[in-house]
């Protein structure tokens, strides 16, 4: 990748070319749930004290129900900002109504609107929201095994923070599923933008494993 490239369009690629020789050597498990897959590097003892964070639950604990099936010992956490998606985590586990995003107030953001994975429909509403690190705070975690995100737009100001060195000295975050969707002016991110955040991540502690072919979002 150079800045002379789209990297939207070459990202997948690139990734799966960097990663291929490391995926061969450990064993990904790839859980499903209603519209996408999640993969994972499970740890070697599978009766470790683990904690689970969904950003963005959108009434799909499918994946978070299958690790809860898979670990002994493992504490669930989410957030999202209405109570009819996010009502289906609380049997596994701590829920906050609250959207992720840049600042700690009301942000408008890309809503699920319907239950079908295959046809979903988004509308634009405004939510409550709160940073990322001040999540954190709430749910008093600073080491987090797995986190999920799946936020529509908002991952655009969440995912620097997580490359931050500063945050990443204060925060552990083992292994990150999450949806990215491309450089969309109706989430406000230009291609100049998408591409600095890409290139942001080279700096960070993340290797990517998997990227695989989508439209205007990839996982």
Request: with cysteine; net charge negative; glycine share 8%.
């Amino acid at each position: 990748l150079n800045e002379t490239n789209s990297v939207w369009e070459k990202l997948g690629g690139v990734v799966e070319k960097c990663g291929i020789n490391l995926r061969k050597s450990i064993k990904l498990q790839r859980l499903a749930n209603k519209g996408d897959a999640k993969i994972f590097i499970y740890p070697v003892a599978m009766n470790d004290s683990l904690v689970s964070v969904t950003l963005g639950i959108g009434g799909d604990v499918k994946v978070e129900k299958q690790l809860n099936a898979t670990f002994t010992n493992i504490d669930f956490f989410g957030a999202d900002p209405f109570e009819a998606t996010a009502g289906v985590f609380r049997a596994l586990g701590n829920v906050y109504l609250t959207g992720i995003g840049p600042i700690d107030g009301q942000i408008n953001s890309s809503i699920l609107t319907n239950d079908d994975p295959q046809k979903p429909i988004y509308n634009t509403k405004t939510i409550a929201s709160i940073t990322f690190k001040n999540y954190l705070n709430k749910i008093k975690q600073n080491f987090i095994d797995f986190l999920l995100i799946d936020i529509e737009g908002p991952e655009y100001w969440v995912l620097p923070k997580i490359f931050d060195e500063e945050m990443r000295n204060e925060y552990t975050i083992c292994q990150l599923n999450i949806e990215i969707h491309g450089p969309l002016e109706s989430y406000g991110v230009t291609t100049k933008q998408f591409d600095a955040l890409i290139f942001s991540s080279l700096d960070s502690s993340f290797l990517p494993l998997s990227l695989p072919a989508g439209g205007t979002h990839r996982n």
